[in-house]
T-cell receptor, first 114, second 111 residues
Framework: NAGVTQTPKFRVLKTGQSMTLLCAQD?????MYWYRQDPGMGLRLIHY???????AKGEVPDGYNVSRLKKQNFLLGLESAAPSQTSVYFC?????????????FGDGTRLSIL | RKEVEQDPGPFNVPEGATVAFNCTYS??????FFWYRQDCRKEPKLLMS???SGNEDGRFTAQLNRASQYISLLIRDSKLSDSATYLC????????????FGTGTRLLVSP
């Protein structure tokens, strides 16, 4: 009963380093999302995917890239980490585009950039 | 103006109290509405969807007023375990499901 799994759970990077966050879902969901959550702000959409092989920009995409090579996986990459990218990152998925479907979230990745 | 606005709180209430949270949204094209619960340093979890006619789930009652673009959540007989942040979320269907999150209202229930 895994649902949405994010790895790693925690990471500390130095400015300029790169890394990839992995999101995996076992619910056969078409739609997947990456959000960041910062103090005093609601979750903000970074990138999303409406199906295998497709990705699109969300509200705050700068500094991030994504890939959806397999339906169950959605990767978020930071090519050159910056302190402003220190945040908690959540992945989510949902079964359809219908607006009344809730999204299921992973338990987050806490990322610190020094 | 934020798309979804909530009072950040915190709301400090004793066990057994009734507490209400309000939320307003700015986009009249919003189609679906939710309350999510988020515990400290954890992921958001769906508490309940909000329907136009209002709906209840145990101690929780949600109301929607589309004309005023206003959503509410009422919690009766508060429990210690209700302590959390409650996120008001609206959904737009713009070719994909776009969720817009409020910053959350923090609830602290004390013995």
């Amino acid at each position: 009963n895994a649902g949405v799994t994010q790895t790693p759970k925690f990471r500390v990077l130095k400015t300029g380093q790169s890394m990839t966050l992995l999101c995996a879902q076992d619910m056969n969901h078409e739609y997947m999302y990456w959000y960041r959550q910062d103090p005093g702000m609601g979750l903000r959409l970074i990138h999303y995917s409406v199906g295998e092989g497709t990705t699109a920009k969300g509200e705050v995409p700068d500094g991030y890239n994504v890939s959806r090579l397999k339906k169950q996986n959605f990767l978020l990459g930071l090519e050159s980490a910056a302190p402003s990218q220190t945040s908690v990152y959540f992945c989510a998925s949902t079964s359809a585009s219908h607006s009344n479907q809730p999204q299921h979230f992973g338990d987050g990745t806490r990322l610190s950039i020094l | 103006r934020k798309e979804v606005e909530q009072d950040p709180g915190p709301f400090n209430v004793p066990e057994g109290a009734t507490v209400a949270f309000n939320c307003t949204y700015s986009n009249s094209a919003s189609q679906s509405f939710f309350w999510y619960r988020q515990d400290c340093r954890k992921e958001p979890k769906l508490l309940m969807s909000v329907y136009s006619s209002g709906n209840e789930d145990g101690r929780f009652t949600a109301q929607l007023n589309r004309a005023s673009q206003y959503i509410s959540l009422l919690i009766r007989d508060s429990k210690l375990s209700d302590s959390a942040t409650y996120l008001c979320v609206v959904s737009l269907n713009t070719g994909f499901q776009k969720l817009v999150f409020g910053t959350g209202t923090r609830l602290l229930v004390s013995p």
